[in-house]
């Protein structure tokens, strides 16, 4: 089954780390660009962080740069999120997907991170 | 960054309908528009991308259309599955922006 599942959210403290990890299946995850994506609760989709199929390129949303890292492993069809410093307003569903002609054609079911005191 | 703006934010129809949403962003973005849905508890999904290409197994009551600016969502015979959040999405350039969603409710 084609299929990304998201992995790592909790719950943490202000200025804590934590490390996403999206496992990919029922494709070959070694040619996609890969994204993700957040939703804080009752708000829109935001994008957080690209990386090119061979990990060549990556790019990353205002908000996030110098904090996170995005990254990926193709030999095990895996796409990480380090999240360093977190901020409250970091708190959302953080989902990956799957990138096609500059779309998002494949989703995970998203986890959720939630930053708080 | 490309802004996405995105109207009705929310719109009431009945079964049957014909619901059009809206999309301008900030500056031309060629062919690079998607449309996603997004149901409560569940992941978004692909629509149409490229302004007008259904995405592989969506109904074909669902359409885009547009150029340069300004785009347009269109659900023909609104059906009780399509009671969702809409979304549009730039991919011109980075950062990847989207609009801030439209609700559509029933009546």
């Known amino acids: 089954e084609v299929q990304l599942v998201e992995s790592g959210g909790d719950s943490v403290q202000p200025g804590g780390s934590l490390r996403l990890s999206c496992a990919a299946s029922?494709?070959?995850?070694?040619?996609?660009?890969m994204h993700w994506v957040r939703q804080a609760p009752g708000e829109g989709l935001v994008w957080v962080s690209y990386?090119?199929?061979?990990?060549?390129?990556?790019s990353y949303a205002d908000s996030v740069k110098g904090r996170f890292t995005i990254s990926r492993d193709n030999a095990k069809s895996t796409l990480y999120l380090q999240m360093n410093s977190l901020r409250v307003e970091d708190t959302a569903v953080y989902y990956c997907?799957?990138?096609?002609?500059?779309?998002?054609?494949?989703w995970g079911r998203g986890t959720l991170v939630t930053v708080s005191s | 960054d490309i802004q996405m703006t995105q109207s009705p934010s929310s719109v009431s129809a009945s079964v049957g309908d014909r619901v059009t949403i809206t999309c301008r962003a900030s500056q031309g973005i060629s062919r690079w528009l998607a449309w996603y849905q997004e149901k409560p508890g569940k992941a978004p999904k692909l629509l149409i991308y490229?302004?007008?290409t259904l995405q592989s197994g969506v109904p074909s009551r669902f359409s885009g259309s547009g150029s340069g600016t300004d785009f347009t969502l269109t659900i023909s015979g609104l059906q009780p599955e399509d009671f969702a959040t809409y979304y549009c999405q730039q991919a011109q350039s980075f950062p990847l922006t989207f609009g801030g969603g439209t609700k559509v409710e029933i009546k």
């Open positions: 029922g494709f070959t995850f070694s040619t996609y660009w």
């Open positions: 997907a799957r990138a096609v002609s500059g779309s998002l054609d494949l």
């Open positions: 490229e302004i007008s």
């Open positions: 990386v090119h199929s061979d990990a060549s390129a990556t």
